[in-house]
């Protein structure tokens, strides 16, 4: 098959040395890296730009690929959009310790796809295999082994599963986003096929990442996804004894399955379900996951997530990494990932402090844009908890964070030996109704999760607030977010309420947060 030469990338394309030594020199005198700095440093002003939160330097962005750990160092890749050449490439950030990212040239380049959709990594003893979606010839495969993975090879230099077959016929499967794992001496990979009917699909396996054989549909006992539910972005990784395949619906928005691989018949049965947004994924939410093993036996993931407001020169913005395991079979338990302490900064303290109910408590000191909040409240049985954050001092705006205990039945009432106060989930929500005045914020349904706390267990939060994002994780075992923008300078108050019951405020912890870029 000849090259397509019509779709050759109009970025400046580089090779790099293959030692790690040879090409942090390399860097420092890049021009696309120059280039890449001298944007970054004119957005900085910008009053809805996280500081905290990664943002690609330059232009638009898109979904996370290819998160993985490789030589002592966090690689994340993501959709990008080069402003000399708007198509989908491969954008590249490097890491130490999940939270301060550096950027780094340009990844994977289109030609001879027209563009770089998402896809996957996979790492090996002396390589690493990026698996992806090249839009109009199908599957592609890269390789890259230097330190700073920064020189990708195209494996065939054309598809290796073709959009279509040769003869015109048709296939048995689609394929789109792939993912990719070794098992048993063979590489397994899964495309979505962005078909709204069988979302999770198409399995194909390979002896060397060149020929690739479609094997049969994958994904057993879904009771759990949506007719309508594509399954785009996909993430298949052991998760201490189980298995989890993450993915992206766009009409649902993220989840996840739980289940079992039996890898004798290549088969994923599905055991539990969940989600990692409530709602569609546009405007404000939750978009697409990027995942990898974290060698421990659990899962870093990390989501885009979609703007409500034009911005100039930029879009969307990066998750926290969140840090994935198991709270038991069928459960996961969700935690921030990375070196969060290394960007705190100055930090207020209030404890044992009584909240009288159905009175609105703006607490003294608590205030900030670009902060950390780690609460811990005993309810006293108050059927509702709220906290409002980036609140102005006259409540024109505000973000509500709202807590509802007992719900829903997580469990039939008729089980045995639990009673239903015990088997009672709660809600968890996120309310950007009166976040903003601005007249082009686009609204937002409130985003309600399920949370599951026992009738004794207090209610803990730590909330991540930053410019046009808060990020809020409830006793390690949910995670809602949502983008807002406030139109105020002074909209950075923090206030708390309670109905029916007098609650009191164990201890909250607040922290000024410093930039990851400086």
């Not at 959709?117 to 979606?133: C, K, P």
């Not at 990442?209 to 006992?221: G, M, S, T």
């Not at 921030?336 to 909240?355: F, H, L, M, W, Y």
Request: charged fraction near 25%; include cysteine.
């Amino acid at each position: 098959m000849d090259v397509n030469t019509d779709n050759i990338s109009l970025v400046p394309k580089f090779q790099f040395s293959t030692t790690l030594e040879q090409q942090e020199h390399e860097l420092i005198t890049n021009p696309l890296l120059q280039r890449m700095k001298q944007v970054r440093k004119s957005l900085e002003n910008d009053p809805y730009r996280p500081i905290y939160h990664y943002v690609n330097p330059e232009g638009r962005l898109n979904d996370p690929n290819g998160l993985c750990f490789w030589q002592g160092n966090w690689h994340l890749f993501y959709q990008a959009y080069p402003p000399e050449d708007p198509r989908q490439h491969w954008g590249h950030a490097v890491s130490a310790d999940l939270i301060h990212w550096r950027d780094l040239p340009y990844a994977i380049y289109p030609n001879p796809e027209k563009c770089c959709f998402s896809g996957a990594t996979l790492v090996e003893e002396n390589r690493v295999i990026a698996m992806y979606y090249g839009t109009e010839v199908g599957e592609m495969v890269a390789v890259s082994s230097d330190p700073l993975l920064l020189n990708w090879e195209k494996v065939t230099g054309q598809s290796v599963i073709p959009i279509g077959s040769s003869d015109g016929s048709s296939l048995p499967y689609r394929v789109h986003d792939p993912c990719i794992w070794h098992q048993g001496g063979s590489y397994y990979s899964l495309s979505n096929g962005r078909d709204p009917w069988r979302p999770l699909d198409y399995l194909f396996r390979s002896e060397d990442l060149e020929h690739w054989e479609y094997l049969h549909p994958f994904v057993e006992n879904d009771r759990f996804t949506l007719d309508g539910d594509d399954g785009a972005c996909p993430y298949f990784w052991p998760i201490g004894d189980r298995y989890i395949l993450l993915f992206f619906s766009h009409m649902s928005g993220g989840q996840y399955l739980l289940g079992d691989y039996d890898k004798s018949r290549q088969k994923f049965a599905a055991t539990a379900h969940g989600k990692f947004n409530f709602g569609s994924a546009s405007p404000a939410g939750v978009h697409a996951p990027s995942a990898t093993p974290d060698g421990n036996g659990e899962i870093v993931v990390i989501f885009n997530m979609n703007p409500a407001k034009p911005t100039e020169g930029w879009n969307q913005i990066m998750t926290l990494p969140r840090r994935l395991s198991l709270i038991d079979s069928n459960e996961l338990r969700i935690q921030p990932a990375g070196d969060i302490k290394s960007v705190r900064g100055q930090r207020t303290e209030i404890e044992n402090c009584k909240i009288s109910a159905n009175q609105e408590t703006v607490l003294d000191g608590v205030e900030g844009n670009t902060i950390e909040i780690d609460a811990e409240i005993e309810t006293n049985g108050s059927s509702m908890v709220e906290l409002n954050v980036l609140r102005s001092p006259d409540r024109q705006e505000y973000t509500r964070i709202a807590f509802y205990r007992n719900r829903g039945l997580r469990y039939p009432g008729s089980r045995e030996g639990i009673s239903p106060r015990e088997c009672s989930d709660s809600l968890i929500t996120i309310d950007s109704s009166y976040s903003s005045t601005s007249p082009d914020v686009l609204s937002r349904a409130p985003e309600t999760a399920p949370v599951y706390l026992a009738p004794d267990e207090r209610l803990s939060l730590r909330i991540f607030i930053d410019k046009s994002v808060v990020e809020v994780f409830i006793n390690e075992k949910q995670c809602v977010a949502m983008r807002v923008y406030p139109g105020r300078e002074d909209s950075t108050g923090v206030s708390i309420r309670s109905q029916g019951r007098d609650i009191e405020l164990v201890s909250l912890e607040m922290w000024q947060m410093k930039s990851i870029y400086n």
